[in-house]
């Protein structure tokens, strides 16, 4: 294919920076360039990880050793549902989107996304939303301090920094919402003629179907926290006993957003994944059809295993048997993956450059995170380790070495496309190897906590889990460190990185590679490539 | 800070692994041993000091039918994952070790698709998910049946503590922490005194319950969620206000078992444990017994009746304004302290102070109205619960500390006759 490259505008750069708009200001508040958008959505995902990330030192400080020392309980409450709620909704899920907005249309061969003016709104609503959030710490009663599952009656308990949660988190599901509506409109009509749905790279299939999961769930968060709200305020009683209703349902409607949500959270990741690892490999994806597949099944899974986060509700037997059978079947999918990724390594020609470190990472700590996923999914075991840390170290390897690393491989994967020149290889892979060994030593640990009886939110333990929380938080501290040598590696390459070749990986086969100078031009695909007849792109 | 951990612990977990070795015949004490000294070692690689402090790995020794079949249905899907875990990685790292272009491997690009080997990899593990669901699902049906139970407590959470009531004993008592504050401490201001063994787990009125019976508890909440967690019975069931779910345990063993809240529950979410004492019949029925005195049973219903923690003056006695300021002293150390503060001067804005406070100072009724009804919207909470001497004694004591000192005193009548308006 390589050959074959067509250069959009190859030599003609008069599209490029420069004469674009009066100046960088009003270019950021009015861009609607998808290369543009998708950088904003990256450095503010960037900026929130860093914020959520100290609030987790913070955390991890007070738990250092027993007593209190750092924070009141109080603080310490909002610090956990703060950070979950930033990681979230200001960390991963924008950092996804801002490879969406990058990504989809060169990977398609489209001009832009499908409604550029509504990608701008959809990255400006995080802004107000994310002041919101984090001013809610300043106001009389702080921050909210239940859990980012805002479950009444706590929740009906605080004051106005949980209403500040609430419309925080109202806008940024509507900026979510317009977010995969655009990529679902720009993946169905805009794909370059022979682009099929079964040639997509893929990224961009990852990427449609978590749209739709977003589509799907959002609303019913929305839902879900204006009835907190008008129970709030309004004197409803969708959640209060007392008038009738049940804080019962609350959780309900909650988990049935909150479980799609986690796959929201991953699969695009598995998109990126499903890029880096055939391309070091120097071989294509294993199993192409059954890796869409098994993505299809996740999603559609992933609602029907909502009540694996309320064994301990009190529901009846029936109920804990089905969401316990269900939620063991999303293991089959997600195994499917896991096996087809290694065949893809299988008589490969294996290369361990930065992305491809990073995705080795991925698998390991992914599987593993997978493995506590399905002890926790045995109901009778899920109710002796419900709410430890058991959970906490679950979720954590499957966010940070799954959503995280994905997104840094990405970064490191893309970085020379999208800015024409490369990253320090040695800083990366100190930061792949720093990465690794203090995420371990700091959520490892928490199995055996868990494992013990620790309850998780708590500022404060009892004496025999003395040990393994000061080894984590020595690892908390190193891995939150380790971290900023990602942003020196990042601004570095940016400013002074080695030129990066057009094709910098030499089997990345989707089209910003084969098609596409680096870095690429600002606007690209203004007449979409022809792929019929051209061989499969994945 | 570490030499301050560990001063004293060594020689005690020296002998604690050798014990572990020398017990170590069984195949899964083998294993689980195994399972230690991997995790010791890895220690050694953070750091050496803090290896031989590793210990806890494992859920902790079962104390009733229920959570012994938890911790053999854990150590059977942990051996199944060690298994899958041990053939995944295997197949992983050799296909990075061989294939990789260092060592001349070159990629065979035709090996990319292959529906037979895509069937069996969905199919294999179907197969051993059926092996996992089938002991779990009996285990599920054991949990459920609460049919039959030799007796019945009503287990009711609180902010912050918890609430026991034995319907056929006719006892009810409050449960809450008895770790003092000067051993907590507060950010900036260590703590005063040394933790003690059963920091955090302590509490003043243990549930009592007699070995060999099976026990439902009836578990509720008065506020928000709560969770009753006593991992060695096997039990960790919700409380949720406005409706109540059944659950049982039954001890195998005499002895104390520990747990705590595991639902967050508000600021004080992390002191609220839960000790569930097991008792033999005899001993049980003693208790029953001091319990019926101590607690005198009246209806649960009747809040005023409940018992006062800190004791009324005989009848008849005249109150003083110090007789009422010393009681008032203790009920505040027990309830008011960790938010208001021994100073008085609270955590503005979450935790207003009390010295100087406009409340405070103001009419009593005011005041009375806010402690019996708690201050919808903050995380003020009625303290019905105390009795009229309580209530009466507390107040006294905030408006006569501190910056405060207003000389008046308010007396259990005048919160009696507040109660029934």
């Known amino acids: 294919m390589a050959s074959a490259t067509i250069h959009d505008h190859a030599n003609d750069h008069s599209h490029d920076h420069a004469h674009h708009g009066p100046g960088p200001w009003t270019r950021i508040f009015t861009t609607t360039n998808h290369k543009d958008i998708g950088s904003m959505y990256l450095w503010f995902s960037l900026l929130m990880f860093f914020v959520g990330g100290a609030m987790a030192l913070l955390i991890r400080a007070e738990l250092f050793t027993p007593g209190l020392q750092v924070v009141q309980p109080e603080v310490f409450n909002s610090l956990t549902t703060v950070h979950a709620l930033v990681m979230i909704f200001g960390a991963v899920m924008p950092a996804f989107v801002g490879f969406a907005n990058w990504l989809i249309p060169l990977q398609i061969g489209a001009a832009d996304m499908a409604f550029p003016r509504m990608n701008n709104w959809s990255f400006w609503l995080m802004i107000p939303a994310t002041v919101l959030l984090m001013a809610s710490f300043f106001v009389p009663g702080g921050a909210a301090a239940s859990g980012w599952t805002l479950y009444p009656p706590l929740s009906t308990q605080g004051g106005i920094g949980v209403d500040m949660t609430i419309i925080a988190i109202h806008i940024l599901g509507a900026s979510s919402i317009m977010g995969s509506i655009n990529i679902i409109t720009t993946i169905l009509n805009m794909r370059a003629p022979g682009m099929t749905l079964m040639r997509m790279p893929m990224f961009v299939w990852t990427w449609l179907i978590t749209a739709y999961l977003i589509i799907a769930v959002m609303p019913v968060l ?38 799609p949500e986690v796959y929201i959270l991953i699969l695009p990741a598995f998109g990126i994944m499903s890029q880096i690892i055939p391309t070091f490999s120097r071989k294509p994806l294993f199993g192409y059809a059954s890796m869409v597949y098994a993505t299809a099944s996740i999603a559609i899974l992933s609602f029907i295993v909502w009540g694996h986060h309320m064994f301990t509700v009190g529901m ?101 496309k999208w800015t024409g020149r490369m990253y320090n290889e040695t800083l990366g892979k100190w930061h792949f ?50 971290q900023l040598l990602f942003v020196y590696n990042v601004f570095s390459c940016i400013r002074s990185g080695e030129k990066a070749k057009e094709r910098q990986w030499d089997s990345a086969d989707s089209l910003e590679w084969t098609h596409l100078p680096s870095p690429v031009p600002y606007h690209t695909f203004e007449m979409p490539p022809d792929l019929r007849g051209a061989k499969a792109v994945h | 800070m570490f030499v301050e951990l560990l001063n004293g612990r060594i020689i005690k977990l020296i002998r604690f692994e050798i014990m572990k070795s020398i017990n170590a015949n ?121 049919t039959n139970p030799d007796m019945t407590v009503k287990v009711t959470g609180y902010q912050w503590g918890w609430r026991y009531d034995y319907a056929a004993e006719e006892v009810g008592f409050y449960s809450s922490l008895s770790t003092p504050w000067s051993q907590i401490g507060q950010p900036g201001e260590k703590a005063t005194e040394e933790k003690g063994k059963d920091y955090l787990l302590e509490v003043d009125n243990p549930m009592v319950v007699p070995v060999g019976k099976r026990v439902r508890l009836l578990v509720t909440s008065n506020d928000v969620i709560h969770g009753w967690y006593v991992p060695q019975l096997g039990v960790n069931q919700y409380g949720i206000p406005g409706f109540v779910k059944d659950v049982w345990f039954k001890a195998d063993k005499v002895g104390t078992f520990k747990g705590q809240c595991s639902q967050i529950c508000g600021k004080l979410h992390g002191y609220m444990p839960i000790t569930v004492v ?144």
């Open chain 2, 26 to 146: 069984g195949q899964q004490h083998a294993l689980a041993a195994l399972a230690r000294s991997v995790s010791i070692g890895l220690m050694f690689l953070v750091s050496p000091a803090t290896a031989l402090a590793a210990y806890d790995v494992n859920i902790a020794a079962p104390a009733s039918p229920i959570s012994a079949q938890i911790y053999g249905l854990h150590m059977y899907i942990l051996y199944v994952c060690a298994a899958i875990f041990v053939v995944v990685f295997a197949l992983m790292f050799y296909s990075i070790f061989k294939f990789r272009r260092s060592n001349g491997s070159k990629p065979d690009v035709n090996f990319h698709e292959s529906t037979l080997i895509e069937i069996i990899w969905t199919l294999i593990p179907f197969v051993i998910l059926l092996f996992m669901a089938i002991p779990a699902t009996k285990t599920v049906l054991d949990m459920k049946d609460t």
């Open chain 2, 278 to 421: 097991v008792k033999t019949e005899a001993d049980y029925a003693k208790w029953v017994a001091e319990a019926k005195a101590r607690w005198g049973t009246a209806p649960v219903a009747a809040v005023a009746a409940v018992p006062a923690a800190v004791a009324a003056p005989e009848p008849g006695k005249p109150l003083t304004l110090v007789d009422l300021k010393t009681a008032g002293e203790k009920v505040y150390a027990a309830n008011c302290v960790a938010c208001h503060q021994a100073s008085g001067k609270g955590m503005p804005p979450t935790f207003p102070a009390l010295s100087g406070s406009k409340v405070v100072l103001g009419p009593t009724d005011g005041q009375i109205n806010i402690l019996l009804n708690g201050k919808p919207g903050t995380a003020m909470a009625s303290f019905a619960r105390l009795s009229d001497f309580e209530v009466a004694a507390v107040m006294t004591y905030t408006k006569n500390s501190w910056d405060n000192s207003t000389g008046k005193f308010v007396t259990p009548d005048d919160v009696k006759a507040k109660r029934k308006s």
């Open chain 1, 316 to 416: 009846p037997a029936a109920g804990q048997l089905f969401f316990m059978y269900a939620t063991m079947l999303i293991a089959v999918p997600t195994g499917v993956k896991i096996f087809n990724w290694i065949a893809t390594m299988w008589r490969g020609s294996i290369t361990f450059e930065t992305p491809m470190l990073f995705a080795i990472g991925f698998l390991c700590m992914f599987t593993l995170g997978g493995f506590s996923g399905l002890v926790l999914s045995i109901v009778p075991v899920d109710i002796t380790l419900h709410n430890t840390y058991y959970v906490v170290a679950h979720f954590h390897y499957v966010l940070f070495p799954g959503a995280i690393w994905a997104l840094m491989a990405g970064v490191y994967f893309w970085l020379p």
């Open chain 1, 433 to 482: 190897w720093l990465s690794a060994i203090s995420f371990n030593v700091t959520f490892f640990p928490q199995h055996f906590l868990g494992l013990a009886g620790m309850p998780r939110r708590i500022p404060d333990y009892a004496l025999q889990f003395a040990e393994w929380n000061m080894i984590s938080t020595i690892g908390a501290f190193a891995l939150g460190f380790s």
């Open chain 1, 222 to 259: 929305a839902g879900c926290i204006t009835m907190l709200l008008t129970d709030r305020h309004f004197g409803t009683a969708f959640f209060n006993a007392a008038g009738g209703g049940d804080p019962t349902m609350f959780m309900h409607i909650f988990w049935f957003f909150g479980h």
